[in-house]
């Protein structure tokens, strides 16, 4: 596992955050808390995630299937598959946020990024905080899906309005830190930390 700040392969606008997503025509309104509220940050992320990984940084989402949620278009005009999870910092009862990793969807990007070597795929994660009803970007960290797969475990069985009742994984980012070996300081004082698996370098 190789750990690096956003000058790493696939980062092309590292400097992007959320709160430039915010001031975009085209984000989502989403003053305060709660489950709606979140969600839209999740959109928001999501415009993020687009931006970060393209050449032209515009936060315009690209969805092609329903196991990841965006593509971009790197500097050689490579396609990036981006798998975007956000979270809160803390939540109003004390506990670190969560993010949910749904299990049909990692299984699938495993599978088809082992078939197809010449694509990119990547995870995307976001830790935000509110402040007066806005939220403000903690930091940001972008991982090869198979360094992730070796922190998974302890699946179970939840039920969704859309997706029917499949496995998730939820890992507070704070041990999803943790297990990568990347301090908080470093998550909040770089643009982007890269995780990459070695063997790629």
Not at 18 to 37: K, P
Not at 66 to 82: L, P
Not at 144 to 161: F, G, K, M, Q
């Amino acid at each position: 596992m190789e750990i690096s700040n956003g000058d790493a392969k696939w980062v092309v606008h590292p400097d992007l955050t959320l709160e430039d997503v915010r001031e975009h025509d085209s984000a989502n309104e989403c003053s305060g808390r709660g489950s709606e509220t979140a969600a839209a940050r999740g959109y928001n992320a999501e415009r993020l995630a687009a931006a970060v990984f393209s050449s032209n940084g515009r936060f315009n989402v690209n969805r092609e299937y329903s196991w990841f949620d965006t593509k971009s278009f790197g500097e050689n005009a490579n396609a990036i598959r981006i798998e975007s999870k956000s979270c809160i910092d803390r939540y109003p009862s004390g506990g670190y946020g969560q993010f949910r990793i749904w299990a049909i969807h990692h299984n699938t990007m495993i599978e088809v990024s082992s078939e197809l070597s010449y694509e990119t795929y990547v995870y995307f994660f976001l830790v935000y905080t509110i402040e007066d009803g806005d939220a403000y970007e903690v930091g940001k960290l972008a991982a090869d899906p198979h360094v992730i797969d070796d922190l998974l475990s302890n699946w179970r069985s939840v039920r969704h309005s859309t997706k029917g009742t499949d496995q998730v994984r939820d890992i507070s980012w704070r041990q999803l830190l943790s297990r990568l070996g990347v301090s908080v300081d470093q998550f909040r004082e770089e643009n982007i930390v890269v995780v990459t698996d070695s063997s790629d370098e």
